[in-house]
């Protein structure tokens, strides 16, 4: 009995194996490329070894899935699509999701924007998130054009910073690519089925009170800016949806293509400043059908966070 459990365990956590199942078709996928990487201690995961799947969509690796936790990639049409295996879960049988690709965006498109202005005494902290979903079944690549175009003004290219966070991972940070167009940036980032994120963030000199400029490339998604309790904002077609109790933040919405505000104050001296953490709010699409809502909504999306100016 004690030699028959130990059998059915050693075959539970010996060679890590599985199929590569393409959701568009509906079918195994063969073909794809396979890499099963090790994660460890140190520089990052280690590449362990690397297959196509065969006819039938199936891989594997004779690797013991013993004691480590293992990611797998699955590289389909350009996309290349993630599986973690922790360690003590079997890993015989792993079925890996992938997609087919277009570059037309087909029913993906961004679904938010949301611009947070944190201003201090000699500079301005703009983050910006776009929200995007893709309610199909297939991934918008387009590595020529981007995905995402955005606007940032020339002080800020120094410091710029993207993160992106395809649906059920874990943030990575993105170059963006400058385009023929003064300020324009395009990303290349795969819009998977699901929901993804953009973080768009940089700082730009900045003097209290003082005016700031901005531009949307995003047709028909709302454009909400919100700035920390003790900043005032006003501008030329700004709409106040309401005050975020927790922080007490004032949240504005503009139709405008391109916006220009004026900032006075710095936020509570001494006292916590505002980091957008920004989960997924669309998913509370309901929530911000009216200012009350609305605010209601960015509680859950707001955090108090103690520190120096963000940099």
């Given at each position: 009995m004690r030699f028959l459990a130990f059998f059915l365990c050693a075959a539970a956590f010996?060679?890590?194996?599985?199929?590569?199942?393409?959701r568009s078709t509906g079918k195994p996928q063969p073909g794809a490329t396979?890499?099963?990487f090790r994660h460890g201690q140190g520089a990052g995961p280690e590449l362990v070894g690397s297959t196509k799947s065969d006819n039938e969509g199936r891989f594997s690796f004779a690797q013991d899935a013993a004691g480590a936790t293992f990611l797998?990639?699955?590289?389909?049409?350009?996309?290349?699509?993630t599986t973690m295996l922790p360690e003590g879960v079997p890993a015989g049988g792993v079925e890996l999701e992938v997609y087919d690709s277009s570059t037309k965006p087909g029913a993906a498109r961004v679904q938010q924007r949301i611009v947070l202005l944190e201003p201090g005494e000699s500079r301005l902290a703009v983050s910006e998130t776009f929200f995007?979903?893709?309610?199909?079944?297939v991934t918008w690549h387009d590595p020529s054009n981007g995905t995402l175009r955005f606007f940032v003004p020339a002080e800020g290219k120094e410091s710029l910073r993207v993160m992106a966070t395809a649906p059920r991972s874990m943030p990575v940070e993105r170059a963006p690519q400058e385009t023929g167009e003064t300020g324009v940036y395009k990303l290349s980032?795969?819009?998977?089925?699901?929901?993804?994120?953009?973080?768009?963030?940089?700082t730009v000199p900045f003097t209290p009170p003082g005016p700031f400029s901005g531009r949307t490339l995003v047709q028909g998604a709302p454009t909400r800016i919100i700035v920390p309790h003790g900043v005032t904002l006003t501008g030329e077609g700004l709409t106040q949806l309401g005050i975020e109790?927790?922080?007490q933040a004032a949240i504005f919405e503009t139709a405008a293509q391109a916006f220009s505000v004026n900032l006075e104050g710095t936020g509570d001296e001494g006292?916590?400043?505002i980091q957008a953490i920004l989960p997924r709010i669309y998913d509370r699409v309901v929530w911000l059908l009216t200012p009350a809502f609305l605010a209601l909504g960015l509680g859950f999306i707001l955090l108090y966070r103690r520190g120096p100016e963000r940099g």
């Open positions: 010996g060679a890590i194996d599985g199929t590569v199942n393409n396979v890499r099963l797998i990639e699955a590289v389909h049409g350009g996309v290349t699509y995007l979903t893709n309610p199909g079944n980032f795969p819009v998977k089925p699901g929901e993804t994120r953009i973080d768009v963030s940089y109790p927790s922080t006292g916590p400043s």
